[in-house]
């Protein structure tokens, strides 16, 4: 999974992707380097239990690849995303904008005042202009060739969508028509996270700048994060992190609760698999059926399919291994049209 960080300048996007990632990026550059990449591990307290009960020769979590796309100011005000953010946020899975709600005299907004509502707006409409920008070059093209059809057509209601003012994520689609706009990697289509990045004076007070109520109403959802403090706490031993956060007030551990919020915006879950070579975990989307989670591991699994050898987590637990699980009648065999449960451990059974 690559998500991609957007925001304003000065909004603390890389503060926030270093108290993420555990990275040391360089805040501040604004546009003068290229985006900042960290790989971070998915925590997983089914991988830990497993890994201590199995004890594997290796451990694997699911990962997530967080993309810091730096602003550049010299594109003026009113815009954000130059043509070589753009290349990489093509190639995302969802974004995230990162949006200033603390208010500091030493480090100006650059549109003059904090007003997150508006930030959101105006970023969420310059997606919206690029994604409108290819569409009106993709009908001309089509119109000029004289092959109007359903591509045609699907990209005039697009088009109005857009003009209408709303997000190509809220157009309704089916399958078909996912499959067919996939190719445009349009950004205003990406599922579309707000991370609203308070100052310290916020901290417990019921929506200080109006952004909850703004994040309901367009059905985005939203974590609400100290930036400044979140890095700091980032910054200590891992055993000491969690009663500092219960001292300030930050609650649960910040990277688990962005993981899980972009878990769920995407519909993602994980299945597992479990032996001494290795446990790992597998990333799907929720609804996936067993033989295409069978290609997640290898397009081998997939192409010799035979049937999937599932047992519940809380069951292989309590049984030690596959083998166990299976005199114990805890082994269900599935074909494959099963569609995968969150937490099943599977052995793939296969012949090619």
Known sequence: MKIGIIGLARSGKTTLFNALSGAHAAVGAFGSRDANVAVIKVPDARVDRLAALVKPKKTTYAEIQFIDIAPNEAMGEKKVLDSAALTHLKNTDALVHVVRAFK????MHPLGSVDPVRDCRMLEEELQLT???VIEKRIERIEKEHKKGSEHDLLVRCRAHIEGGAPLRTLPLDPHEVHDLAGFCFLSQKPLMLLGNYGEESIGTPDPSGLQTFAAESRLPLIDLCGEMEFEVAQLPEDERQAFR???????????RFIQAAYDMLGLMSFLTAGEPEVRAWTIRKGTKA???????????????IRAEIVGFDHFMQAGSMAKAREQGHMRLEGKEYIFQDGDIVLFRFNV
């Open 246 to 256: 219960d001292d300030l007030g930050l609650g649960e551990e910040s990277r688990t």
């Open 104 to 107: 500091n005299e030493d480090v």
């Open 131 to 133: 994604d409108l920008i």
């Open 291 to 305: 033989v295409d989670a069978a290609g997640v591991i290898h397009s081998d699994i997939q192409r010799g399919f």
